[in-house]
T-cell receptor, first 117, second 115 residues
Framework: GNSVTQMEGPVTLSEEAFLTINCTYT??????LFWYVQYPGEGLQLLLK?????DKGSNKGFEATYRKETTSFHLEKGSVQVSDSAVYFC????????????????FGKGTHLIIQP | EAGVVQSPRYKIIEKKQPVAFWCNPI?????LYWYLQNLGQGPELLIR????????DSQLPKDRFSAERLKGVDSTLKIQPAELGDSAVYLC?????????????FGPGTRLTVL
């Protein structure tokens, strides 16, 4: 079956540091990949996505590149801010060519990011 | 545009009691999902609806869980009877995508505590 593995947290960084959160996946077919973010007290929000190999998703200074050869979708940001403190979830959706509509997402366990001023 | 609405936000019940959660998706979204999120874990899909049809309920524990989406809009998820291990956050999401993957929009969740 499908699965997502992401680095364990919490990850604690100083403001303006470089961020990488690793994510690898196992899937049959050709999945779409996502990063969702959950800020304290709020619901899950889509941060970025990529639907085919070598696609780069980006939003709010965050980037992630779909690497089919390494089955990875690592999240990066060049300079983090205190406001980036949140829980980040890597997720995948099954084969985009399944034709079955928007399948449910398979999530990783989440990585709690703490940015200190 | 209103987001996904869920109620109640919090629920505390005794074990063996029934409980129900309600979800109103974003207007026009045909696909609706219920997820379960345990503490420190990512959400896990329970059931997916396309309009009023449950197209994927393979992860729904059918001995005590049930769901419905009458008229293809609002949805209700029920647990009867609740067990201690059901304490978790129940998330509802909706999507407008058909055929290709689109963004899922999540509600704030219902936090269930079973005593």
């Amino acid at each position: 079956g499908n699965s997502v593995t992401q680095m364990e947290g919490p990850v604690t960084l100083s403001e303006e540091a470089f961020l990488t959160i690793n994510c690898t996946y196992t899937a049959t077919g050709y999945p779409s990949l996502f990063w969702y973010v959950q800020y304290p007290g709020e619901g899950l929000q889509l941060l970025l996505k990529a639907t085919k190999a070598d696609d780069k998703g980006s939003n709010k200074g965050f980037e992630a590149t779909y690497r089919k050869e390494t089955t990875s979708f690592h999240l990066e940001k060049g300079s983090v801010q205190v406001s980036d403190s949140a829980v980040y979830f890597c997720a995948l959706s099954a084969d985009r060519y399944s034709g079955g509509g928007a399948d449910g997402l398979t999530f990783g366990k989440g990585t709690h990011l703490i940015i200190q001023p | 545009e209103a987001g996904v609405v869920q109620s109640p936000r919090y629920k505390i019940i005794e074990k063996k009691q029934p409980v129900a959660f309600w979800c109103n998706p974003i207007s026009g979204h045909n696909t609706l999902y219920w997820y379960l999120q345990n503490l420190g874990q990512g959400p896990e899909l329970l059931i997916r609806y396309e309009n009023e049809e449950a197209v994927d309920d393979s992860q729904l524990p059918k001995d005590r869980f049930s769901a419905e989406r009458l008229k293809g809009v609002d949805s209700t998820l029920k647990i009867q009877p609740a067990e201690l291990g059901d304490s978790a956050v129940y998330l509802c999401a909706s999507s407008a995508a058909r055929g290709l993957v689109g963004e899922q929009f999540f509600g704030p969740g219902t936090r269930l505590t079973v005593l």
